[in-house]
C-alpha cells in the first residue's frame, strides 16, 4: 500500500521552515520568533492540507489489519479541502491559540518547487474505506500547543 498524505501535523514533530510547516509555525508563534511569508508576492496565501499523525497511525493500523486488501493500492490520504490552510489563516489561528501575535515578514521570492495549492484528493482512499481524519485544522494547532507547552524546556532547547 502507497499513501501520498498531505502534510502530517502533530506533537512531537521538530518543525523547519521547509518541512513540518504547522509546528513551525506554532513554535514561532509560542517562542515569539520571525516568520516571513516566502514566495507568491509575500501574501501568506498559499494553502496546504494538514492530517494529524493520529488519524495517520489509525489509517496504517486498519490497512496491516488486512494487508491482502490493501497490497498494491496507491492512494492520498490527508485533510483535503476540509482541513486545510492557507499561512495567513495559521498565523491567525496560531495567534488566537497562544494569545501572541508576531509580525510576519514578506519574501516574495518564490522556491523552485513551491506551489501555490496542495490538497490532497482522498476520493479514491474514502471509496474504499470508511476511514476520515478526526481532527480539524484548530484541533491540530491547538495539540501542537499544548505538546510544546507540556515540554516548553526541551522543545526550547531542541530548538
Known amino acids: 500500500m502507497i499513501n501520498r498524505f498531505g502534510v502530517i501535523a502533530g506533537p512531537w514533530q521538530m518543525g523547519k521552515v521547509d518541512q513540518g510547516v504547522f509546528t513551525y509555525w506554532m513554535l514561532a508563534h509560542y517562542f515569539k520568533r520571525p516568520l516571513s511569508y516566502i514566495g507568491y508576492g509575500g501574501s501568506g496565501k498559499q494553502v496546504r492540507d494538514l492530517v494529524h499523525i493520529d488519524d495517520v497511525v ?3 493500523l486498519a490497512q496491516l489489519a488486512f494487508p491482502d486488501e490493501w497490497s498494491g493500492n496507491i492512494a492520498n490520504a490527508g485533510g483535503g479541502r476540509e482541513v486545510s490552510l492557507s499561512l495567513r489563516e495559521t498565523t491567525e489561528l496560531c495567534a488566537e491559540i497562544t494569545g501572541n501575535r508576531i509580525d510576519v515578514g514578506a519574501a516574495g521570492e518564490e ?4 506551489v ?3 490538497i490532497s484528493d482522498c476520493a479514491r482512499l474514502f ?14 494547532l491547538a495539540d501542537i500547543y499544548e505538546w510544546i507547552r507540556a515540554h516548553e ?6 530548538l
Open 153 to 158: 524546556v526541551a522543545v526550547k532547547q531542541a
Open 58 to 60: 489509525d489509517l496504517v
Open 111 to 114: 522556491r523552485q518547487g513551491d
Open 116 to 118: 501555490p495549492v496542495y
Open 127 to 140: 471509496a474504499r474505506t470508511d476511514w476520515r481524519p478526526t481532527k480539524d485544522a484548530r484541533a491540530i
